[in-house]
């Protein structure tokens, strides 16, 4: 059987090789198959020897791609595909796939934007009390502070995900090319 249909929660405008293309964080999409989810694994993990370029794990239910180690750098994307039995048919698989940032870097900018987040709602409110007592604090410079840091780390992310652009059309080309040797069709 093939893939009968893609249901996407983004416009996928990062399908062409544009660099002025918006990229969402973390893009994710759905692509149906016919084929069994072990079949879906197998021949994706078997166009992965095929091609140099691209380096893949499997992890139980899980198909992650990212570039080889001799190109990877900090904001180098990862592609993951989750593979389950698909809700809509009795036979069929169902792939999840995300693109985004490695789990690490990931995982780095949410614990800035929390770091942030705490510092400033717990300083900010400590300062406010001692404003209202009638005693201003250098706490309150927390707020035009926080501003400033949280700018400074969305760019900082922004121009990341600008640098793995690249990357992240050949993860999705391979995806699309693999899924089209297969005689799978995408709607």
Request: charged letters at 20%.
């Amino acid at each position: 059987m093939s893939i009968l249909y893609a249901r996407n929660n983004y416009k996928m405008a990062f399908n062409k090789n544009d660099p002025a293309d918006i990229i969402h964080v973390r893009p994710r999409f759905k692509l149906f198959s016919g084929l069994s989810e072990e079949e879906v694994i197998e021949h994706l993990l078997s166009k992965i020897e095929e091609d140099d370029t691209i380096i893949g794990r499997k992890r139980h239910n899980r198909v992650d791609f990212s570039a080889p180690e001799s190109e990877l750098h900090y904001w180098s994307p990862e592609l993951h595909i989750l593979v389950e039995k698909s809700e809509f048919k009795e036979e069929g698989a169902c792939l999840t796939c995300t693109l985004g940032p490695q789990q690490n870097v990931w995982l780095t900018f949410v614990f800035i934007y929390t770091l942030i987040g705490f510092i400033t709602f717990f300083g900010g409110m400590y300062a406010l009390v001692k404003l209202q007592l009638g005693n201003p604090s250098w706490w309150l410079l927390l707020f035009p502070l926080a501003l400033i840091l949280v700018l400074g780390v969305y760019l900082i992310s922004y121009f990341g995900k600008k640098k793995g652009h690249e990357q992240s059309i050949h993860l999705l080309r391979f995806l699309y090319g693999a899924i089209d040797d297969a005689e799978i069709i995408r709607r």
